[in-house]
């Protein structure tokens, strides 16, 4: 059955987030370090960064939640995550899982299916073709894009929450947020822009591991995330073609968004469905 979730609801972790500002250990692909980070700061989280595997359970310790990125796969940072996600698992604190590119090639689905085993993920965060893929779907992945629709993905979604027992956010101009209880939140918030910015899609999987961080509702932690980003997404897009600038600026002004949104104009712009699957 689905449940009542409003955006005074969601609104409140995203200041719970800013004042308890928790430490979020994101273990992420190269590429997107340095954005994923100051898109935590942004929000009002901590990151930390590091994959050392001398370090990583330590590190583990003093986190409030673990993000795992596949994006740069190597065997040494993909023991880091198994380290990482070992330690997490004793302390029960969120895991976010991020299978970018699975699907791709039998290397990055080899290691989701070694990190899932090895210990389940709270939330698993991927495009149409990437939970497609994660859930044993025939699909092939373009890079770390996807090569299908998010409402594609649907049945592949009902099958890795069953698997899982977690929260399972498939991404796209509509983002669903799906877990075991059956509750099923569709956000229609953004902008095309945001496909057109590396790590942006990596930095929502960050979001969700700072929101689970102080949301013990992994779903409804997801959803605050997603609206969070897609509702910022949009403000920052119309206040950069005002100025008639392009995806350059667009990237700075997320992070402007990010510190400065305020409940009305995020409760005005959400645009969130509830039902049950």
């Not at 945001?194 to 949301?215: K, P």
Request: hydrophobic residues 50%.
């Amino acid at each position: 059955m689905a449940s009542i979730l409003t955006s005074s609801d969601l609104w409140a972790d995203v200041v719970a987030v800013r004042e308890r500002s928790p430490l979020v250990h994101s273990i992420t692909n190269l590429v997107v370090i340095n954005f994923n980070a100051n898109t935590l700061l942004a929000a009002g989280a901590s990151p930390v960064m590091a994959h050392a595997h001398e370090e990583v359970a330590d590190m583990v310790g003093i986190a409030q939640a673990l993000v795992l990125n596949i994006g740069t796969l190597d065997p040494y940072w993909l023991e880091s995550m198994r380290l990482a996600l070992v330690a997490a698992s004793g302390r029960r604190i969120p895991v976010v899982l991020d299978p970018v590119g699975a699907g791709a090639t039998r290397y990055r689905n080899e290691s989701v299916e070694l990190l899932i085993h090895t210990a389940l993920p709270t939330v698993v965060r991927g495009n149409a073709s990437e939970i497609m893929s994660v859930a044993g779907a025939a699909v092939q992945t373009r890079g770390v894009d996807s090569g299908a629709a998010a409402n594609d993905a649907l049945g592949a979604a009902q099958a890795l929450v069953q698997r899982t027992h977690g929260v399972v956010c498939v991404s796209g101009p509509t983002d669903h947020v799906l877990d075991a209880r059956r509750r099923w939140a569709r956000l229609s918030n953004g902008h095309e822009w945001m496909t057109r910015i590396t790590g942006v899609g990596c930095s929502a999987t960050a979001l969700i591991g700072a929101f689970c961080a102080v949301q013990p509702d992994a779903w409804r932690a997801t959803v605050a995330a997603m609206a969070l980003l897609g509702v910022v997404g949009e403000v920052a897009a119309e206040k950069v073609m005002t100025r008639a600038c392009g995806v350059g600026s667009m990237q700075v002004a997320l992070l402007d968004e990010l510190q400065l949104l305020d409940q009305s104009t995020f409760e005005q712009r959400l645009k969130l469905e509830v039902a049950a699957w």
